[in-house]
T-cell receptor, first 114, second 114 residues
Framework: AQSVTQPDIHITVSEGASLELRCNYSYGATPYLFWYVQSPGQGLQLLLKYFSGDTLVQGIKGFEAEFKRSQSSFNLRKPSVHWSDAAEYFCAVGAESSASKIIFGSGTRLSIRP | EPEVTQTPSHQVTQMGQEVILRCVPISNHLYFYWYRQILGQKVEFLVSFYNNEISEKSEIFDDQFSVERPDGSNFTLKIRSTKLEDSAMYFC????????????FGPGTRLTVL
C-alpha cells in the first residue's frame, strides 16, 4: 500500500537560513510525488511535483525537491527561507491510474525565527 | 488563474442533520475529488468522481456520504446524518485528465457538528 512519512512534525529555522523537509514514501512502482503547502486557514497549494525525468524539480516560491529512488525519498529544500514561508508542508504520493487519489503525509509545520 | 471554489466556508450543524457541501471545480476539468482533514491530522482521501460516477472511494466514504454533479459546474458532497466525528475541513479538488495530473484544491469548508 502507498504511504508517506514525514518524520519531522515541527521545524523552526531562522529567516535567511536554508531549509530541508524530509519525506519518505512507500510505493510499489514509480510514484508520482508532490509537495503541497497549507497556510493557516487556507487550502492546499501545489509547490512542485515529480512525475518522471530530471530527479531535481523546481517549484514555486524558490522551492526545489529531489527524488532519490534508492532512498525512497523526496525531500523539499529552499536555500533561504522567508518569514512568509511559515506554514504546514505536506508531501504526497499519487498513482498512475485514472482518477487516482493522493496519499498525504502527516505534514511538517515550519516556523520561522526572526 | 482558474481556481476551485467551495461554499460555504464554514458550516455548523446539529448531529443527525444532513449537510451538503458545494464545490465548483475548474471549468474544463473532468476528474473531481473530496478529501477531509480532521483538525491536527493529515489530509485523507474520500472519493474520486469521473464521468458521472464514483471511480474510487475510501473506507471512510460509507453509506452516509454521497456525491453528485447536479449540473455542468457544481460538485457536491452530501452527508446524510452527521456525526460528531464528521467535524473536519473538507477539501474539493479537480484535475484535467486524472492519473498523475495535478489536482487543484479549493480553500475548504470547515464543518462543525455539535
Amino acid at each position: 500500500a502507498q504511504s508517506v512519512t514525514q518524520p519531522d512534525i515541527h521545524i523552526t529555522v531562522s529567516e535567511g537560513a536554508s531549509l530541508e523537509l524530509r519525506c519518505n514514501y512507500s510505493y510499489g512502482a514509480t510514484p508520482y510525488l508532490f509537495w503541497y503547502v497549507q497556510s493557516p486557514g487556507q487550502g492546499l497549494q501545489l509547490l512542485l511535483k515529480y512525475f518522471s525525468g530530471d530527479t531535481l524539480v523546481q517549484g514555486i516560491k524558490g522551492f526545489e525537491a529531489e527524488f532519490k529512488r534508492s532512498q525512497s525519498s523526496f525531500n523539499l529544500r529552499k536555500p533561504s527561507v522567508h518569514w512568509s514561508d511559515a506554514a504546514e508542508y505536506f508531501c504526497a504520493v499519487g498513482a498512475e491510474s485514472s482518477a487516482s487519489k493522493i496519499i498525504f503525509g502527516s505534514g511538517t509545520r515550519l516556523s520561522i525565527r526572526p | 488563474e482558474p481556481e476551485v471554489t467551495q461554499t460555504p466556508s464554514h458550516q455548523v450543524t446539529q448531529m443527525g442533520q444532513e449537510v451538503i457541501l458545494r464545490c465548483v471545480p475548474i471549468s474544463n476539468h473532468l476528474y473531481f475529488y473530496w478529501y477531509r482533514q480532521i483538525l491536527g491530522q493529515k489530509v485523507e482521501f474520500l472519493v474520486s468522481f469521473y464521468n458521472n460516477e464514483i471511480s474510487e472511494k475510501s473506507e471512510i466514504f460509507d453509506d452516509q456520504f454521497s456525491v453528485e454533479r447536479p449540473d455542468g459546474s457544481n460538485f457536491t458532497l452530501k452527508i446524510r446524518s452527521t456525526k460528531l466525528e464528521d467535524s473536519a475541513m473538507y477539501f474539493c479538488a479537480s484535475s484535467g485528465s486524472g492519473g498523475a495530473d495535478t489536482q487543484y484544491f479549493g480553500p475548504g469548508t470547515r464543518l462543525t457538528v455539535l
